[in-house]
């Protein structure tokens, strides 16, 4: 884990379509979702990071420009630390514009390429945890609550915890080079 790897290029989709069809690369389909069923995807999520971090080449990028699982495993800490507060934003307000968050400056200022994946997993399952915990709140008359993005791209309760979802599986697919089934 050193800062001499080569630049990771920014993420700049918009990656919303993920709601009307499924990821062609993942293969994640957000129809298939039952919302009843997104804590338990977002804790068994977590637990597939505690075996990608457990492994020896957690470390390691597979190429200057790909992150390494820990740094993955700390964007997906990350992701779920700002859809727990969307969703506790969403069922306490009416309406709320989620406050911007700059993905790529997070990793840079955390340090995604230093952090050791020891002590991302920690976090990540607390985060993970969090985030399943809120969706697991939701009652039956919320999952309709709207809330949106500063673009004015517009979420529930329901389509966010699809979206949401979506990123962890994708990121899981991103390590599929560790193998660990």
């Known amino acids: 884990m050193t800062s001499e790897h080569a630049t990771i290029e920014p993420d700049t989709k918009d990656w919303t379509w993920v709601l009307d069809r499924p990821c062609p690369e ?5 129809a298939a979702v039952d919302r009843a069923a997104l804590g338990a995807e977002i804790r068994d999520n977590a637990a597939f990071w505690a075996s990608a971090l457990a492994d020896p080449r957690a470390a390691e990028r597979p190429a200057p420009d790909v992150w390494s699982p820990a740094e993955y495993g700390c964007h997906v ?6 859809f727990a507060l969307r969703v506790e934003q969403l069922l306490a307000e009416d309406d709320p514009q989620f406050a911007n968050w700059d993905q790529d400056e997070t990793a840079r200022t955390e340090r995604y390429d230093e952090q050791a994946p020891a002590a991302v997993l920690p976090d990540l399952v607390a985060a993970a945890e969090l985030a399943a915990g809120w969706y697991d709140r939701v009652g039956d008359d919320q999952w309709a609550r709207p809330g949106r993005r500063s ?3 517009v979420f529930t309760v329901e389509t966010l915890g699809r979206y949401h979802l ?4 994708h990121h899981r697919w991103d390590v599929r080079w560790l193998d660990l089934g």
């Open 151 to 153: 673009n004015g791209s």
């Open 166 to 169: 979506h990123d962890l599986v």
């Open 77 to 82: 800490r990350d992701v779920n630390r700002v």
């Open 26 to 30: 993942c293969g994640f389909a957000s």
